[in-house]
């Protein structure tokens, strides 16, 4: 009896991380009913199930620091109230939905970059396939030389250092 229990709990097990895997594996749709910061919306599917999304491969500034609120305000003007696909394979360590974020195909993740309102996270940039990598990595060199949105104030702080400033403490 305690044999067949645990092949059936093992068994379950197995489906939950193949459905889990599965459904990680996917794209989304729905329509943006809240914007936190730069880089994380809230989007509603199927009309119920609210979806937290992180937006993959960029960093934007925090809400407190310089250009927090404008990188935030770029972000909403894009996506709040519109319908957004959400091209994902994982969640974060804080549940959030990993991922891509398209509006009629346009790359918002990108946009935040070109803008200058978000750098290009390259702590997770093998996570990328290679073509995005090179295009998030050269929008951002171009922001820079460019001087747009946060590039044009001299000595910004990434949003890494400035969530955890020990880290970095004596490193300069």
């Not at 092949?7 to 809240?34: D, H, N, P």
Request: proline share 4%; glycine share 10%; aromatic share 6%.
């Amino acid at each position: 009896m305690n044999f067949l229990r645990s092949i059936r709990q093992a068994l379950i097990g197995v489906a939950l991380i193949w459905t889990s895997l599965t459904v990680m594996s996917a794209e989304i749709t729905g329509r943006v009913v809240g914007v936190s910061d730069g880089d994380t919306i809230t989007v509603l599917v199927d009309g119920h199930d609210s979806v937290k999304v992180r937006l993959l491969g960029i960093d934007a500034p925090e809400k407190a620091q310089p250009f927090g609120a404008v990188s935030k305000r770029h972000l909403s003007d894009h996506v709040f109230g519109k319908t957004v696909t959400v091209e994902t394979t994982k969640k974060d360590r804080y549940g959030r939905v990993l991922g891509r974020v398209l509006v009629n195909g346009a790359d918002v993740c990108l946009e935040q970059i070109r803008a200058g309102l978000a750098w290009h996270y390259k702590q997770y940039a093998n996570e990328q396939p290679e073509g995005l990598r090179l295009s998030y990595a050269d929008a951002e060199q171009q922001a820079r030389q460019g001087k747009l949105g946060l590039w044009g104030v001299p000595s910004q702080i990434p949003p890494w250092e400035f969530r955890h400033p020990e880290r970095t403490r004596g490193e300069k």
